[in-house]
């Protein structure tokens, strides 16, 4: 074996079993699903299948890892806002939230921000939660054959961007959100193009809801595929759209409120079939629940100001601080070391992600190939924000 051989088979050898041996004299094949984005960003997952059946699924992930994390000990407390917002682009604001809110802690200011503010936050996170669950839609129906749903879900979700934009100034990654509040206040006939947009939505609810759920097609291709038992989501830890379609309605925003959610009335869908088509119908109905709340956000928003004014170099109190939110997939959260300069002394990020990842292996044993990409699609997984 030449020099050149080796270095290839060792290459393998680092994920143990893996491609070691393609076939097997039972008839079994290794197989590599991605890492040419299958969908959701730059990740593979080896399959060994007998027939069409999928009997493993080893997920390997890294592919595109950012150092986010170490990132961070080298810029100051606002210059990492951009660049940690970055790996998960579709819900920024649910990425960045949890961040800003262990900083505030830091900075004692929890307790201080202005109302307005903390409307403003809810506004925008919401809106993300819909830009994100529109998103998911379109690729589900990439992954199904469904194009119909496909041109809906991006074409719907693009009207709740531009309206995004008209508050931030930004499409996708908005930087939006400020220690202190956030960074402007909203234009002048914003919240009258938002209700319009969440009217218009929550029009089409009707259209998605017979054409993706009442689809013997669709059907066919979600119910019962996939399925995740309640126990096996609460012992494995997931969170979000993945852990509540198994039956468990757990959320951040009811279980621990921030950002004043307690004051606005909203409902946590859950179903208990724990299937792709359970895990899809939370999604959808998440974005009912999010028009709901920004319709309240908006009638309870007063005049006031929007931000603290933080003087010079933002500098945290040595010591450590915690936060986490119910981003778009799922929980979000932040640890902070501090140690009173200028940049945090160590930034700890855990994403919904990465939770969910912890079942990915489990739920492919056992379903046909072809509905592999279905099942890996509705758990919520987004590569970027996981490797991070």
Same mark, same amino acid.
């Given at each position: 074996?030449?020099?050149?051989?080796?270095?290839?088979?060792?290459?393998?050898?680092?994920?143990?079993?893996?491609?070691?041996?393609?076939?097997?004299?039972?008839?079994? @094949?290794?197989?590599?699903?991605?890492?040419?984005?299958?969908?959701? +960003?730059?990740?593979?997952?080896?399959?060994?299948?007998?027939?069409?059946?999928?009997?493993?699924?080893?997920?390997?992930?890294?592919?595109?890892?950012?150092? =986010?994390?170490?990132?961070?000990?080298?810029?100051?407390?606002?210059?990492?806002?951009?660049?940690?917002?970055?790996?998960?682009?579709?819900?920024? *604001?649910?990425?960045?939230?949890?961040?800003?809110?262990?900083?505030?802690?830091?900075?004692?200011?929890?307790?201080?921000?202005?109302?307005? *503010?903390?409307?403003?936050?809810?506004?925008?996170?919401?809106?993300?939660?819909?830009? &994100?669950? /529109?998103? /998911?839609?379109?690729?589900?129906?990439?992954?199904? +054959?469904?194009?119909?749903?496909?041109? !809906?879900?991006?074409?719907?979700?693009?009207?709740?961007?531009?309206?995004?934009?008209?508050?931030?100034?930004?499409?996708?990654?908005?930087?939006?959100?400020?220690? #202190?509040?956030?960074?402007?206040?909203?234009?002048?006939?914003?919240?009258?193009?938002?209700?319009?947009?969440?009217?218009?939505?929550?029009?089409?609810?009707?259209?998605? $809801?017979?054409?993706?759920?009442? &689809?013997?097609?669709?059907?066919?291709?979600?119910?019962?595929? #996939?399925?995740?038992?309640?126990?096996?989501?609460?012992?494995? #830890?997931?969170?979000?759209?993945? @852990?509540?379609?198994?039956?468990?309605?757990?959320?951040?925003?009811?279980?621990?409120?921030?950002?004043?959610?307690?004051? =606005?009335? /909203?409902?946590?869908?859950?179903?208990?079939? +724990?299937?792709?088509? *359970?895990?899809?119908?939370?999604?959808?109905?998440?974005?009912?629940?999010?028009?709901?709340?920004?319709?309240?956000?908006?009638?309870?928003?007063?005049?006031?100001?929007?931000?603290?004014?933080?003087?010079?170099?933002?500098?945290?109190? %040595?010591?450590?601080?915690?936060?986490?939110?119910? +981003?778009?997939?799922?929980?979000?959260?932040?640890?902070?070391?501090?140690?009173?300069?200028?940049?945090?002394?160590? %930034? $700890?990020? &855990?994403? *919904?992600?990465?939770?969910? @990842?912890?079942?990915?292996?489990?739920? @492919?044993?056992?379903?046909?190939?072809?509905?592999?990409?279905?099942?890996? !699609?509705?758990?919520?997984? !987004?590569? %970027?924000?996981?490797?991070?």
């Amino acid at each position: 074996m030449s020099t050149e051989e080796k270095k290839s088979v060792s290459a393998y050898e680092a994920l143990p079993g893996v491609f070691q041996e393609e076939f097997s004299p039972e008839g079994r @094949l290794k197989v590599s699903f991605g890492p040419q984005h299958p969908g959701s +960003g730059h990740m593979r997952i080896i399959l060994t299948i007998n027939g069409d059946v999928v009997e493993d699924a080893i997920p390997d992930v890294g592919y595109v890892h950012r150092g =986010v994390e170490k990132m961070c000990e080298y810029k100051n407390y606002i210059q990492n806002i951009p660049h940690i917002e970055r790996p998960a682009i579709h819900d920024s *604001a649910g990425t960045t939230l949890p961040y800003i809110l262990a900083v505030e802690k830091l900075l004692d200011l929890s307790e201080k921000i202005p109302e307005r *503010a903390q409307y403003i936050r809810m506004i925008l996170a919401e809106m993300n939660r819909i830009i &994100n669950h /529109f998103y /998911f839609l379109g690729i589900l129906g990439i992954f199904m +054959g469904h194009s119909t749903v496909t041109t !809906w879900g991006m074409g719907d979700r693009e009207l709740m961007i531009e309206t995004a934009a008209m508050m931030t100034g930004a499409r996708v990654t908005f930087s939006f959100i400020v220690p #202190g509040g956030v960074r402007t206040d909203t234009p002048y006939g914003f919240e009258d193009r938002l209700l319009k947009s969440c009217d218009y939505l929550e029009s089409r609810m009707k259209a998605y $809801r017979d054409y993706l759920f009442e &689809n013997p097609f669709a059907r066919m291709r979600m119910e019962g595929v #996939g399925i995740i038992r309640k126990s096996d989501a609460v012992s494995l #830890g997931l969170v979000g759209p993945t @852990l509540r379609g198994s039956g468990v309605r757990s959320d951040v925003r009811k279980d621990e409120p921030y950002i004043l959610y307690d004051t =606005v009335d /909203f409902s946590v869908p859950s179903y208990e079939e +724990g299937d792709a088509m *359970a895990r899809t119908k939370v999604h959808f109905d998440e974005i009912i629940q999010s028009i709901s709340i920004i319709r309240q956000a908006v009638k309870r928003m007063k005049p006031g100001p929007v931000k603290i004014p933080l003087r010079g170099q933002i500098r945290g109190k %040595v010591g450590d601080a915690y936060a986490r939110v119910e +981003g778009a997939r799922g929980m979000n959260s932040y640890y902070i070391i501090s140690d009173g300069q200028i940049h945090p002394y160590r %930034v $700890r990020v &855990n994403t *919904a992600d990465s939770r969910n @990842l912890a079942v990915m292996r489990k739920v @492919l044993q056992g379903v046909k190939v072809a509905d592999v990409p279905v099942v890996h !699609w509705s758990l919520d997984y !987004w590569p %970027v924000a996981a490797d991070r």
